[in-house]
């Protein structure tokens, strides 16, 4: 069957640290895959695209990586601080039909 | 630029009775998303609409829920009658385009408590 996993326990980590996010998926052949973040009571916001040829993508403290072998996607936010705080959502498309599907989401805690 | 409208942010009624969620998009975004988003999980897509069109909508319950887009702008979801399992958060989004190349561009959401 057709799944995306990502951690489901929250992330805690040192101000200052660099978090490390995964994103696992089986049954799909995504030809994109989004990640957003997720504040309590709002909705989720985009912040990086990548497509399956490539396999890294860099945004100021952000960095995205796509292993369509592995099939695996890791986030990364270096010099985390603590408004850094959220829910992260992994999304890939479903055979480029425009229909995201999301995993559903780990919280980061980053401590001053 | 505004973002995606959405009214009413909190909506509480009680089992079989009626609501409706209303959403505006983003001006120029054609796409229009539905997502039911329950605590702890990611958003599930209930509808997505290109224009008036409604191009996926095999994941909406149609026995109690319907959508509309007219004049491919703004929209309602309505459920009809509500039940308990239908608490949950309701997200709009919009899109430029209709394939997963596009970011999606999400409203604050509605959260529905069903008594």
């Known amino acids: 069957s057709q799944k995306i996993e990502q951690n489901s326990e929250a992330l805690n980590i040192q101000e200052g640290k660099t978090a490390t996010l995964t994103c696992n998926y089986t049954?799909?052949?995504?030809?994109?895959l989004q990640w957003y973040r997720q504040d309590p009571g709002r909705g989720p916001v985009f912040l990086l695209l990548?497509?399956?040829?490539?396999k890294e993508k860099r945004k100021e403290r952000l960095k995205v990586t796509f292993d369509t072998t592995l099939k695996q996607s890791l986030f990364h936010i270096t010099a985390s601080q603590p408004a850094d705080s959220a829910t992260y959502l992994c999304a890939l498309d479903s055979g480029n039909t425009g229909k995201l599907i999301f995993g559903q989401g780990t919280t980061l805690q980053v401590k001053p | 630029e505004a973002g995606v409208v959405q009214s009413p942010r909190y909506k509480i009624i009680e089992k079989k009775q009626p609501v409706a969620f209303w959403c505006n998009p983003i001006s120029g975004h054609n796409t229009l998303y539905w997502y039911l988003q329950n605590l702890g999980q990611g958003p599930e897509l209930l509808i997505r609409y290109e224009n008036e069109e409604a191009v996926d909508d095999s994941q909406l319950p149609k026995d109690r829920f319907s959508a509309e887009r007219l004049k491919g702008v703004d929209s309602t979801l309505k459920i009809q009658p509500a039940e308990l399992g239908d608490s949950a958060v309701y997200l709009c989004?919009?899109?430029?385009?209709?394939?997963?190349?596009?970011?999606?561009?999400f409203g604050p959401g509605t959260r529905l408590t069903v008594t």
């Open positions: 990548i497509r399956e040829n490539e």
């Open positions: 049954n799909y052949s995504p030809a994109y």
């Open positions: 989004a919009s899109s430029l385009g209709g394939t997963g190349e596009y970011e999606q561009y």
